[in-house]
């Protein structure tokens, strides 16, 4: 056996674990099949040197195979296979399995999160952006960026491109030119994505460290906490309100306790638990953007106790999982109480509800204005606020609704026809609503507004925008019209459009009536569902379902026949009362 082709056997040997481990797309590494691949490897390059390499080359190959049963190759001779060989190298495709790319540990991990092919591996670096290795076990930044390097090398034969934003930035970190170190001699406060803690300050030794393997790549507190938010990335609100807790938190452990976040105690906690019924003037200001210098983590002097609970619950989630994961060693918020607070008598503020006859009204004008035929966004935003008035969906419910989910229900008659839509709510738990014939009609129209049979069609967002802004951001979020659907957000801007309107141009109505359309958002529609039907008498058990509610308690805030006729019977006593003193006198 030639003296490079023995070296090039014993590397590969002693290194069999890594790069030939038994996967899905080579062979299992045992001697025998290793001494198989590698001599299959040099007869594939022989015949590859003798096709495509110089006439001198081939003459030379094909008579030291007659002689001698196979090719002969001296240092010099060898030089040119390898030489000829690249001629005609494989190129990756779009279709090939990423095992014949990619090392069996790196290949393994991949297909464990269900990619397994080149093509399926940039979908999930474009789908997910700089942060989509963070999901796959062991896939640290520095592979991931070998990974993205590489598939950017090879895009031309693949035939796929990794999208440009896709640049392994870590989530929750703004640019180098805007960070800021916290922890200094100045005081100086910035936002989660915007810092960058001081070595002895980073919670890199940290005394609550936990000792066992962690099950993160955190090498500080910072990094820590932003892999905890990363898990609520889909969930926009909730990975804002515990951004904003753990920021507030972690500022305070450093300036307030100079110490690490991983290094504080019972009684730390005990004391930020105080601090949060008053904030120093350092950590309070008006509210500025996050990127400005102005910001500040509290806007307020005063925190309501049931933001103070809020706070202590959100910090104490974020220990557990930080201890589940092994970078912490134990949870001191477990030891500590929650603010005490006042149990309100009613848990949610439905005052925004429209009254029965507004909701009418409100309901006539906008037919009317769909009656023009140009008036698609008016059509819009009618089966925006029947879904949320008919049906009680909330804003992300609504948005996510699809064409898929919906359908005549079974119970469904002549004599009261209704549609059921499946939505995935709050807590990712899967619902079924009622869908009234008023709101089905109104599909309809939306959807010949998109050029499309509501009754035909079987797949594609329940409601989408009609036209879109010619902005660059717009048309990056609507590549694909399979892509097209409205952002929550969104529904509040068309809210607003359209209570302006309304308040313009329904006649008589009263100075409360305009105030309150001039406050309306989406979530008064779902308020005024739950106190419709409850005045039609529909069981709470019901609306409780209908709404999502977790608790029936929460539910029985629309219920007000209870409190109406405790006024009323309260109103007789003091007119019988007052009617009894004018007598005495």
Request: aromatic share 8%; net charge positive; glycine share 6%.
């Amino acid at each position: 056996m030639d003296l490079r082709f023995r070296r090039c056997y014993h590397f590969c040997f002693t290194r069999r674990r890594t790069y030939f481990d038994p996967d899905d797309d080579l062979q299992a590494a045992t001697p025998s099949a290793m001494d198989r691949y590698l001599r299959d490897m040099l007869d594939a390059l022989v015949k590859l040197a003798i096709e495509h390499g110089s006439p001198v080359l081939a003459d030379h190959l094909k008579s030291s195979a007659r002689k001698h049963g196979s090719a002969k190759l001296t240092a010099v001779s060898l030089k040119m296979v390898e030489e000829a060989s690249k001629l005609a190298a494989a190129v990756p495709a779009a279709g090939h399995g990423i095992g014949m790319w990619f090392r069996p540990l790196v290949a393994r991990r991949l297909k464990g999160e269900k990619i397994a092919t080149l093509g399926e591996l940039i979908d999930l670096c474009n789908q997910r952006g700089g942060s989509w290795w963070r999901s796959i076990p062991r896939i640290g930044p520095g592979r991931a960026s070998r990974i993205v390097a590489w598939l950017r090398r090879h895009e031309v034969t693949i035939g796929r491109r990794v999208d440009a934003d896709v640049d392994l930035a870590e989530p929750f970190k703004a640019d180098d030119a805007q960070i800021v170190e916290i922890g200094g001699r100045h005081q100086v406060l910035a936002p989660l994505e915007r810092m960058a803690l001081q070595h002895g300050l980073s919670g890199a030794t940290g005394a609550n460290r936990s000792p066992m393997f962690a099950l993160i790549h955190a090498r500080n507190d910072l990094e820590a906490i932003r892999d905890y938010l990363y898990r609520f990335r889909e969930e926009k609100k909730t990975l804002r309100s515990y951004t904003k807790e753990l920021e507030r938190f972690l500022l305070w452990a450093i300036y307030v306790r100079k110490t690490p976040l991983s290094s504080l105690l019972v009684e730390d906690c005990e004391a930020y638990k105080d601090f949060l019924a008053a904030p120093s003037p350092a950590f309070v200001g008006p509210r500025a953007p996050r990127h400005s210098h102005r910001w500040r983590p509290f806007s307020s002097y005063t925190l309501s106790p049931e933001s103070q609970k809020y706070a202590a619950r959100a910090l104490r989630s974020a220990f557990s999982w930080l201890v589940d994961v092994r970078y912490l060693a134990g949870n001191p918020w477990k030891a500590v109480k929650d603010p005490a607070t006042i149990r309100r008598e009613a848990g949610m503020d439905i005052g925004r509800a429209l009254s029965a006859s507004l909701w009418h009204r409100v309901r006539s004008y906008i037919d009317g204005q769909c009656a023009n035929e140009s008036a698609s966004y008016w059509r819009t935003v009618r089966v925006v606020l029947l879904l949320s008035g008919d049906s009680g969906l909330r804003r992300e419910e609504i948005t996510g609704a699809a064409r898929a989910g919906m359908r005549e229900s079974t119970y469904s008659s002549d004599d009261f026809p209704v549609w059921e839509l499946t939505v995935v709510g709050k807590r990712k738990i899967e619902r079924t609503v009622p869908v009234s014939p008023a709101t089905v009609d109104a599909l309809r129209a939306h959807w010949r507004d998109r050029k499309k049979n509501f009754d035909d069609e079987a797949s594609g967002p329940l409601v989408k925008p009609i036209f879109l802004p010619p902005t660059p951001q717009a048309k990056e979020r609507h590549k694909s019209d399979t892509d097209l659907s409205y952002a929550p957000d969104s529904l509040n801007d068309m809210v607003a459009w359209a209570m302006k309107r309304l308040r313009a141009g329904i006649p008589d109505l009263s100075n409360s009536e305009i105030a309150q359309l001039e406050a309306t958002s989406p979530h008064a529609f779902r308020h005024t569902f739950g106190t419709q039907a409850a005045a039609e008498d529909v069981p709470v058990d019901i609306i409780q379902r209908i709404l999502g509610h977790r608790s029936l308690q929460t539910t029985t805030i629309y219920v007000q026949a209870k409190k109406q006729r405790m006024m009323k019977a309260a109103a007789k006593y003091y007119a019988a009362d007052a009617a009894s003193e004018s007598d005495d006198d």
